[in-house]
């Protein structure tokens, strides 16, 4: 990447004030995402994978740190710069029932951005809904439907036609096949890889299905309580992790002709409201000794990939010893 | 086999709606020995969950049972009366639902909660059934067990609130256990932890499971044997190993292909099963899966196939495999375009 990246968040920080206290949702996250670029965002539930995904299309506002897309500074959330931006990065959501106005028919739905932004006139926008509903595989005829005759993943198909509706550059995607069957989800991958290599968009892939994953992505960031804990291509993390936490997530994915056995982690994630100190993943971890309770270890990069570890390496053969 | 525990024969439900009638199981015939870990696979609206609630008459009332005999333990639940009923769930047949959060009371200690079950099905005192409590949660894997039967379960985490839920459906010695996606709600990590105690505790008490899923990762993890629903059809069943290394079943190799991998070789493109299941109220006629098979010739929409033991409900299934033989590879299906995958309607 020797231009500019399309998108740079430096030690991106949000805080939420509870009455149970403040729950560092993101914690000092650093991500670029370059022109068409794919990357994915991994992480169990809490660990701020949604809340990073909301502020990079300023559905949230950061409390810390750096955010800029292409020349715009989006830190504050606000300015002329902001109104500029949303053309440029569109939202898919997890759910097609809840992300659709059942009231308006689903040709309505995908003109709405293009009435929000004056983008031509009613026959213009009228050619494009349907230019766009016959991109994501469905019939142009099913522009007066209205959500409830549809099934979910031709839900999803329409909520994809409107994320693309403004010719974004960026489209963020917060789990948009896990409430989908398995031969529906893969139709919707597979439309999705298409959508990119026709329109040149890049996505920013927010998952906990690491098979998806490692599917759609060129390059991913696994993420721990509000951090980045690891990062790197897609195809060399998922061969060579290197954080016990990655490693730990990659072999707890039942699949079929997988290692039975398992690293199971110790006990539950930690509260966001309580961390532990130092290494945020050390009551987890198998490798934890003395120094993880006492420093953070800070995300360290190397030829592409970075790693947040006191004892980073692959799984040794001992430590997979005696487990079931 | 030995006489089964359960034995489900041409179970026929129906569901009358606006549309006409929905019939989430048709003719739908297994067994499960004592002690048999199964797994019964299917996407959403393929009737899983409609036939796994009929086996213990927990079908809801606009679902009617037209046909088939359904006998657990040498006794017929479908004539059953409601209160034979409810000495079964709960006493011989455990069921554990996809979310524990509705399933268990918000405003009762998880303690009191079991010992309920266990004093309403077993004739324990109070003491003795604290103790059992104890145990129980030991057995799921919760630690502290003691200190936990003080918790609410919205102080627990949604794994611990689910192993809480198992602990129940074990606690009064079943000899089914019956899991609806008991896992689907929870994170990766905690996922493969929890379905492993929900299996092996349940395998130390000599119960059967019977496990629901549309994951057939989950399922080929934990189970012995695996029955495949399409359509309100059995179309596929065999030992787990088979089904999942040799699927002789279209839709059951689809469904393996179509579910992307963290390991192995990454297809550029996925083999994605085009179109969607039919609505349960109007069925193609003849193979259920035709309008979406690959392989599909004329006698498959003209006459429906019948599963008939390990030989699959399609009329050109995939070979079987030969003993010790190489797993058959998946033919590959010709490329899709993203509008033929809709098969838009």
Known sequence: ?324 | MSEPLLHVDGLRLEIATPRGTVVPSDDVSFAIAPGEVVGLVGESGSGKTMTALATIGMNPAACVRAAGRIVFDGRDVATAGEAELRRLRGGRIGYVAQDATTALNPVLRVGTQIVETLRAHLELDRATARERAVALLRAVGIPEPEARLKAYPHELSGGMRQRVAIAIAISCEPRLVIADEPTTALDVTVQAQVVDALVHSARERGAAVLLISHDLGLISAVTDRTLVMYAGRLIEQGATARVVRAPRHPYTAALLTATPRIRGEKAARLPAIPGRPPDLAAVPAGCRFAPRCAFARERCRAEEPRLDGDAPACWFPRPAPVAGGAPTPAPAPSAATAREEAGRV
């Open chain 1, 1 to 324: 990447m020797s231009e500019a990246p399309l998108l740079e968040a430096d030690r991106l920080v949000r805080h939420f004030r509870t009455p149970q206290g403040r729950v560092q949702a993101v914690d000092g996250v650093s991500l670029t995402i370059g022109r068409g670029e794919a990357v994915a965002l991994v992480g169990e539930s809490g660990s701020g994978k949604s809340t990073l995904a909301r502020m990079l299309v300023c559905l949230d506002r950061p409390t810390g740190g750096t955010l800029r897309f292409g020349e715009h500074d989006l830190t504050r959330g606000r300015g002329p710069g902001l109104r500029a931006v949303r053309r440029r990065v569109s939202m898919v959501f997890q759910d097609p029932y809840a992300s659709l106005d059942g009231h308006l028919s689903i040709g309505r739905s995908v003109e709405e951005p293009m009435l929000i932004h004056r983008i031509g006139t009613a026959d213009e926008r009228a050619a494009k809904v349907a230019e766009l509903l016959d991109a994501v595989g469905l019939d142009p005829e099913m522009a007066d439907r209205r959500p409830a005759a549809l099934s979910g993943g031709q839900r999803q198909r329409v909520a994809i036609a409107r994320a693309i509706a403004l010719d974004p550059e960026l489209v963020v995607l917060d789990e948009p096949v896990s409430a989908l069957d398995v031969s529906v989800q893969a139709q919707v991958l597979n439309l999705l890889a298409d959508l990119r290599e026709r329109y040149g968009l890049a996505y920013l892939f927010v998952s906990h299905d690491l098979g998806v994953v490692r599917h759609v992505a060129e390059r991913t960031a696994v993420m721990q309580l509000g951090r980045i804990v690891e990062q790197g291509p897609t195809e060399q993390l998922f061969a060579q992790p290197r954080h016990p936490y990655t490693i730990a997530l990659l072999s707890s994915a039942m699949e079929i002709g997988a290692d039975e056995r398992r690293i199971a982690l110790e006990g539950e994630p930690p509260s966001p409201l309580r961390p532990p100190s130092g290494c945020r993943f050390r009551t987890r971890c198998f490798r934890a000794d003395a120094i993880c309770a006492e420093a953070d270890p800070a995300l360290e990069e190397e030829g592409g990939r970075g790693v947040a570890c006191h004892h980073p390496g692959p799984l040794a053969a001992r430590e997979l010893a005696g487990r079931t």
